[in-house]
């Protein structure tokens, strides 16, 4: 579909080529993944509960852009996209949305409950702003253990009115603890628009009271998120404490693969892609900043359609879990690798 | 090549729906992320869209056919230049079938996991908790549980305490007392009251790799926490494939203390007790909460560790020990004894106890077994003394209906039927809302003459 160029877009100085290219590619696979995701659910390979990430993709590639080695990062249950973008495999990903033994969880977690210690990913949970304190408790390890790491914790404008959120905020400032609030605004929660869920819609603003800074990013574009995203990371590893970025975004999907979404018009959604997109906002810049040309975005096209076709491949072919499994990993024998112990 | 369009699933049990409409017709263009079809669930109309581009060879299924399996081909989409006859020719490849959910029990399942297979008791651990002649130290409760953290903190330093008070207060009930000055405050962390919020960052921390020690100022708060307890903590490591191990110790005062009224006075042996990967802890003895706490400090899944309030200045004889430990899923024989056998834990041992005593003022001999942890939970020592006194009372404070009583009956009549000389008997706290008059209260909590009257009912004397 023909888009509107944005005349007044202009390749920033400080970003490079090839920082461009990453993010595209980044939002593409993301994009290109979740896709595949819904095809797999409609075929019935994918059971439950799968919420996607579409739409919303600039928001964890920008965050992650700001990531070093160490930073902590744990979201909900809408967190392929997030997963994805701090380098876990799509195989792995994919494998455990069919309940595979090839996922992150050997199958038993499923689409809301993955981790990976290895990228220092804490998941993927399901009860909606429960991961506000526990990404809290991530950030208070790190400044218990006295290291710079900070914590992305994500969570959306629906969790925003929960109060588990409000009691973490004051921990957050009262300890200065190193984590940044990323509340992804998609509008919706489920099916309630933010306008019919409170008055105080300024959603950053409820951290002043707490003493938190925050500010609102567009969220659909990657760029932003990326220098808002820096500034954030900035504070918290300064040890000024909790820094809260409400970032602007959209799903174009429904909240769930079982939603009829008949809360917002086709239209507004349909405005949206055609609109804001950020992977298309990416790929402009890329083109008319004479970054990449065509062919090039091309093969990069190519290029992420194997990956997920290559996931989804190993996600049908990975063996159920051995009925074993049922019985593991239920009590730990001893602390897994990477434990605070050893570094302490 | 040319791609079949299946009926999708729409929903967790969507196994068939209605196509309701056709929104692309025969020979139309379709490009990802178009609607081509509206299609009626059981609980809404759903719009469908098109993953692959290509041009819409061939409907399959007309609009207005219900009972459409998923799975089934609606339509074939095709490149330019194909036609859709010819892909009926050519067989499109079969889609992967999902894998069946409906297999029945199956040969690989472990044995004895089944629900009817019998489960074989494991053998009873009956060495000593401490070597013989070990010089013992008179202490109470709460002097026991502040020299086991403390004890624990100076051990490793990854362990911290955190809670309501526990600092610059010095604990709500002093088990904290002297700790912020021997250990500061980045270890004794005074938090708000906030109990979901500090449940929440403490299990954060422990899933980072630290071990705290989460003092709830009594269990009944924790209500406020049980989320992160159960989802945040327990279902972890299971729901991260092993991955994300969460050692941390939820610890305080449970059950009834006096006069507090009903949403102060209730245990929770039973609702921790029912859930997989939580360890429950249930001291009564200050030895054992010593060598317990310790133990919950160390291990590394979530523990529930549960105290009592009327316990605390309660004094025991404790093993002086540089480093003494007790082992969990391993039940004490407080009392020996070949009558009857008396199953309980934590300050229900105290009724046990001297229940006991009134029955062999009364020429019966009872065997009064102390649990220590509810889960693991030593089945062996249980069965093997009700194989010697072919009778059984269970005592505790909790509430009747789901009581650690009555699993422990039903365990016992599985697995020792043969040997019961008379039905089980569950002594439990009774079942209403804790009261507050005095004489009330009294009445809802369990004693040692109800103890008696049971043990008496399965004696037949």
Redesign the interface.
């Known amino acids: 579909m023909a888009r509107k160029p944005n005349p007044q877009r202009e390749t920033p100085s400080n970003v490079s080529k090839e920082e461009l290219l990453q993010y595209y590619r980044d939002m593409l696979l993301i994009r290109r993944f979740e896709e595949k995701a819904g095809q797999l659910y409609g075929m019935g390979l994918i059971g439950g509960f799968c919420h996607l990430y579409i739409g919303q993709e600039a928001v964890v590639v920008g965050l992650e852009a700001c990531a070093k080695d160490g930073d902590k990062r744990i979201t909900s249950y809408r967190d392929h996209g997030h997963m994805l973008a701090c380098g876990m495999e799509a195989r792995g990903v994919m494998a455990e949305l069919t309940g595979r033994e090839g996922g992150y969880s050997k199958g038993k977690g499923g689409s809301m409950h993955m981790f990976s210690r290895e990228k220092h990913f804490y998941g993927g949970h399901g009860i909606v702003a429960a991961q506000v304190p526990l990404g809290a408790g991530l950030a208070f390890a790190d400044k218990y253990l006295g290291n710079d790491n900070v914590t992305f914790t994500y969570f959306g404008d629906g969790a925003a009115n929960q109060g588990q959120v409000y009691e973490t905020y004051n921990m957050a400032e009262l300890w200065d603890l190193p984590i940044v609030f990323v509340i992804e605004n998609n509008q919706y929660a489920m099916g309630t628009s933010v306008k019919r869920s409170t008055k105080s819609t300024s959603l950053f603003g409820r951290g002043e009271a707490f003493g938190i800074p925050g500010e609102q990013v567009d969220g659909m574009d990657v760029l932003a998120v990326k220098a808002a995203g820096e500034k954030a990371v900035a504070h918290c590893r300064a040890g000024k404490g909790p820094y809260i970025l409400e970032v602007m975004t959209y799903r174009y999907r429904g909240h769930s693969m079982s939603d009829p979404a008949k809360y917002r018009t086709r239209e507004e959604v349909q405005k949206m892609r055609d609109e804001r997109d950020p992977i298309e906002n990416i790929r402009d810049l890329l083109v008319t900043g004479s970054h990449a040309t065509e062919d090039e975005l091309k093969a990069i096209d190519r290029e992420i359609k194997e990956i997920v076709n290559d996931s989804a491949e190993f996600a049908k072919e990975s063996p159920e879990p051995a009925l074993d499994e049922l019985w593991t990993d239920i009590y730990a024998a001893e602390l897994p690798q990477g434990s605070a112990e050893e570094n302490a | 090549m040319a791609t079949e369009i299946?009926m999708?699933?729409?929903?967790?049990t969507?196994e068939e729906g209605t196509l309701a409409k056709w929104l692309k017709k025969e020979g139309d263009e379709v490009k990802?992320?178009d609607?081509i079809a509206e299609i009626e669930?059981d609980?809404?109309?759903?719009?469908?869209?098109a993953?692959d581009e290509g041009i819409m060879g061939k409907i399959l299924v007309a609009e207005g056919t219900q009972g459409v399996a998923?799975?089934t081909p609606i339509a074939v989409l095709v490149e330019e230049g194909e036609s859709a006859d010819d892909v009926q020719a050519e067989k499109v490849p079969a889609?992967?079938a999902?894998?069946s959910?409906k297999e029945g029990p199956?040969d690989?399942?472990?044995p004895g996991?089944s629900a009817v297979e019998q489960v074989k008791t494991p053998e009873p651990d009956r060495s000593p908790d401490y070597p013989e002649g070990t010089k013992m130290k008179t202490m109470t409760v709460r002097e026991a549980l502040r020299e086991a953290m403390a004890e624990e903190m100076e051990r490793?330093?990854?362990v911290?305490l955190m809670g309501e008070e526990v600092g610059e207060y010095q604990g709500a009930y002093k088990i904290s007392q002297g700790l912020l000055d021997k250990f500061g405050p980045?270890r004794v962390?005074d938090?708000?009251i906030?109990e979901?919020?500090?449940?929440?960052?403490?299990?954060?921390?422990?899933?980072?790799?630290?071990?705290p020690i989460v003092e709830f100022m009594t269990f009944n708060f924790a209500m406020q926490a049980i989320?992160?307890i159960i989802?945040?903590a327990a279902k972890?490591?299971?729901?991260?494939?092993?991955?994300?191990?969460c050692?941390i110790v939820f610890r305080g005062p449970n059950g009834a203390a006096a006069r507090v009224g009903a949403q102060h006075s209730q245990d929770y042996s039973a609702w921790y007790a029912a859930i997989?990967?939580l360890?429950v802890v249930i001291p009564y003895s200050a030895a054992d909460a010593k060598g317990l706490l310790k133990q919950a400090i160390r291990d590394?899944?979530p523990v529930i560790f549960l105290e009592n309030e009327i316990l605390y200045g309660r004094s025991f004889e404790v093993p002086d020990l540089p480093d003494f430990t007790v082992p969990f899923g391993k039940a004490r024989i407080a009392r020996q004894g070949g009558d009857v056998t008396i199953v309980s834990f934590g300050i229900g041992m105290a009724h046990a106890l001297e229940a006991a005593d009134k029955l062999a003022a009364e020429g019966i001999e009872a065997e009064v077994i102390d649990l220590r942890t509810l889960r693991p939970l030593d089945y062996g020592t249980i069965i093997e003394s009700v194989k010697k006194t072919n009778r059984l009372v269970t005592v505790e404070e909790g509430f009747p209906v789901g009581a650690i009583g009555n699993h422990i009956s039903a365990y016992v009549m599985e697995n020792a039927f043969d040997y019961l000389d008379a039905p089980v008997i569950n002594c439990t706290g009774k079942d209403v809302p804790m009261p507050y008059a005095a004489n009330l209260e009294k009445h809802a909590l369990i004693t040692p003459a109800e103890v008696v009257e049971a043990v008496k009912k399965v004696t037949y004397k």
């Open positions: 299946l999708p699933a729409l929903s967790p969507m990802s992320g609607i669930t609980k809404a109309t759903m719009e469908f869209e993953v998923v799975n889609q992967v999902a894998p959910t199956d690989k399942g472990q996991e490793d330093p990854t911290f980045r962390v938090t708000p906030s979901i919020g500090f449940a929440g960052i403490g299990t954060g921390a422990a899933l980072a790799g630290l071990r989320d992160h989802n945040s972890t490591l299971y729901m991260s494939g092993g991955q994300m191990g050692p997989p990967g360890k590394p899944n």
